[in-house]
């Protein structure tokens, strides 16, 4: 079996106001997890990967060792090219705190009892349900 998880993560100006969503899919399109999170002031790529850690943390807590042995592979799907990009090591990440994050989600990887993960880039109109999870948090924050 393989899992789908869309991410995404907002600022509402750059840094501003910023949220994260993310929803767990299994591969026949069921849908396990979802969730929007208020974060206070980011950028909006640091939103972003804040989105890729916390689902990365709900896996592990959630799914623990024992039950990714069933696991095939984590499609971890976003609409941020750059995210791809520099988790996939196609580029450098120069920013010190994107560094940071980064680094951090190789540390939960690490943690998934060796499941592959594949980071997938897609236009933000094939990633609704997580960019819904993320204004969601914010206009509840921000009434």
Do not use: C
């Not at 106001?17 to 640091?46: C, H, R, S, W």
């Not at 709900?58 to 042995?69: P, Y």
Request: charged share 20%.
């Amino acid at each position: 079996m393989n899992l789908i998880v869309h991410t995404d993560g907002g600022s509402r100006g750059n840094p501003g106001p910023a949220a994260l969503g993310f929803v767990i899919n299994d591969d026949a399109g069921q849908e396990i997890f979802k969730q929007g999170k208020y974060l206070g002031t980011l950028t909006n790529n640091q939103a972003e990967y804040m989105a890729v850690l916390e689902a990365l943390k709900w896996l592990i807590e959630n799914f623990g060792s024992g039950t990714l042995n069933n696991i095939n592979a984590i499609n971890i799907i976003l609409d941020s090219e750059l995210l791809v990009n520099q988790l996939t090591g196609k580029y450098k990440i120069k920013s010190p705190n994107l560094r940071l994050l980064a680094d951090e989600a190789g540390r939960l990887q690490s943690q998934l009892n060796g499941t592959k993960i594949i980071y997938q880039h897609v236009r933000r109109e094939k990633n609704k349900t997580a960019d819904k999870m993320v204004n969601q948090a914010l206009d509840q924050q921000l009434k």
